[in-house]
T-cell receptor
Framework: QKEVEQNSGPLSVPEGAIASLNCTYS??????FFWYRQYSGKSPELIMF????GDKEDGRFTAQLNKASQYVSLLIRDSQPSDSATYLC?????????????FGKGTLLTVNP | NAGVTQTPKFQVLKTGQSMTLQCAQD?????MYWYRQDPGMGLRLIYY???????DKGEVPNGYNVSRLNKREFSLRLESAAPSQTSVYFC?????????FGPGTRLTVL
């Protein structure tokens, strides 16, 4: 069974710090990787996706992918209280042209003012 | 442009009752999805539809049926609800890499 593992947290960081969220996956053939943010009681929304090994930056967010280690991470720089949410890692498994994503259980991030 | 809409927002059922969760999108997307989210379990795919008239099972399809009668609408039916189906249900539609989620339906089965 294809699995996506995340530390459930909660991860607590002070305002202005870097928050680091981690995710590992079991399907070595996975091709694309996604980070969703979900505020309490709301629906998930896409923050970033990454396909290639290395870093991908978008504003304060950086996604990092290491396919050899089957590891993907999300860094949030200059964390703000508004970043407090659950972050879901999702993986598009091997041959996944239909984007039937496998989600991790999510990491709860709290940014303290 | 409402995006993805779901009805109802909340529902309480008794064991054995049936109901249909409705989902509609106005973004002209081909692909649509139904997920359930349980505490500590993340999102799990129930069914997927690549286009009008086509559906495919996801990770947890047992106890559910779906219908994609047109491009806009993708409904999820519980024929005989069980307490194990108590969950928050999300519908999503996809354009390229991005799945857009509806606001969810919170279902309780007593």
């Amino acid at each position: 069974q294809k699995e996506v593992e995340q530390n459930s947290g909660p991860l607590s960081v002070p305002e202005g710090a870097i928050a680091s969220l981690n995710c590992t996956y079991s399907d070595r053939g996975s091709q694309s990787f996604f980070w969703y943010r979900q505020y309490s009681g709301k629906s998930p929304e896409l923050i970033m996706f990454i396909y290639s090994n290395g870093d991908k930056e978008d504003g304060r967010f950086t996604a990092q992918l290491n396919k050899a280690s089957q590891y993907v991470s999300l860094l949030i720089r200059d964390s703000q209280p508004s970043d407090s949410a659950t972050y879901l890692c999702a993986v598009n498994p091997t041959g996944g042209s239909n984007y039937k994503l496998t989600f991790g259980k999510g990491t709860l991030l709290t940014v303290n003012p | 442009n409402a995006g993805v809409t779901q009805t109802p927002k909340f529902q309480v059922l008794k064991t054995g009752q049936s109901m249909t969760l409705q989902c509609a999108q106005d973004m002209n997307h081909n692909s649509m999805y139904w997920y359930r989210q349980d505490p500590g379990m993340g999102l799990r795919l129930i069914y997927y539809s690549a286009s009008e008239g086509t559906t495919d099972k996801g990770e947890v399809p047992n106890g559910y049926n779906v219908s994609r009668l047109n491009k806009r609408e993708f409904s999820l039916r519980l024929e005989s609800a069980a307490p194990s189906q108590t969950s928050v249900y999300f519908c999503a539609s996809r354009h390229t890499d991005t799945q857009y989620f509806g606001p969810g339906t919170r279902l309780t089965v007593l």
